[in-house]
DNA sequence: GGAAACTGATTAACATGTTAAATGGTTCGG
DNA sequence: CCGAACCATTTAACATGTTAATCAGTTTCC
């Protein structure tokens, strides 16, 4: 099974009992989806630093290209961020001039976002190194290799989202 | 095929050319390594949060618990963390009396870290809902396939691992 | 029609990610 | 043996992650 491979005293701890059992963390799934997304990463992010993108201003702008307009809530589920990066970064944005902003017209708290000619420059300036590394990523790893990463990754994905968030009983220590 | 996926023009934009061609970002591999990941960790968040501690904390005190001593640049190997973000969360475990260190023998220059008896109590506490956690993921997803993407998760890392990072070539624009 | 409840977005506060610079200790070459 | 180069760690500065609180606009219901 190779599954239950706990760490124990190795035995020639001079100082006595120091392990608990528990998985070899760095074999986690966390740690493991970490580092496979840190070492995609690694390659794109040179190149959109020499354009002053962070990789989450880069999913806005991508984001806010693939639609006309949008909303703030919206956006915030496509670029995968929460509303208070967001907000942040589309006031930077906004400061750079890549993105417009109105209020809603209907319900003044929406506010509708879109891409601006500028922004759209930018992607057309950024897009073919990008789509060169990732071509590069699927060649070295294999296109049909990657696919079925990303549908167990999906899949995972789903199967966690329909399991119940234990929230730790009672708290009979506080 | 189904892979050439581009964004075009969906022809019902009133306002003109808005798109670029490139693929849906939202089913791009960083993406999905990253709502992968997300969806994992949010099972966990609440626990660590019951015990005041963040991901990184807790990776931190398993990484030690693991060994009897070692030295920050290898706990930041293992952890998988920058020395910056290191360094503040060893300074705020320190003063939590979570772990101990002291200045290297040999090398002064190196910081010995070790976990102290209060770090290892905490654990204790910890890895039981842990465990069980990671246990309900893996009856969830299937232990075969969990073990199937952990190797393919792997592959990736290792993959891009040797894959050379473009630095882009002469800035011709500055 | 107006107060209470609700909702979308922002702000606040603190922790980490990320790169660059600074700080101290060590090693090496002359 | 001493200054330059190097190395481990920390500090600095800025961007994002994360939760809670705030704020303004909207809806509900009496």
């Given amino acids: 099974m190779a599954r239950k491979q706990l760490i124990k005293n190795s035995g020639s701890g001079p100082a006595g009992v120091r392990r608990v059992p528990m998985r070899d963390f760095s074999r986690s799934l966390p740690m ?22 962070t990789e989450q201003q880069w999913r806005i702008l ?10 703030v809530t919206e956006l915030a589920r496509t670029a ?32 509708v976002v879109s891409i601006s000619a500028d922004g759209l420059k930018l992607i057309e300036a950024v897009a073919p190194a990008s789509e060169a590394i990732y071509a590069a990523i699927t060649r070295r790893y ?8 990303q549908d167990m990754l ?21």
């Fill in 154 to 174: 999906h899949a995972l994905e789903h199967s966690l989202s329909a399991m119940e968030v234990a929230e730790e009983g009672p708290e009979a220590e506080k």
């Fill in 32 to 53: 493991s989806l970490l580092r496979a997304r840190e070492a995609v990463m690694r390659q794109f992010r040179p190149s959109l630093r020499h354009h002053e993108l």
């Fill in 62 to 71: 991508r984001a806010l290209a693939a639609v006309e307009t949008t909303e």
């Fill in 142 to 149: 294999g296109a049909r290799k990657l696919a079925e990463l």
């Fill in 80 to 111: 995968f961020l929460l509303g208070p990066s967001l907000s942040r970064i589309l006031r930077d944005l906004e400061a750079r001039q890549l993105i417009e902003r109105r209020v809603g017209e209907a319900d003044q708290r929406r506010a």
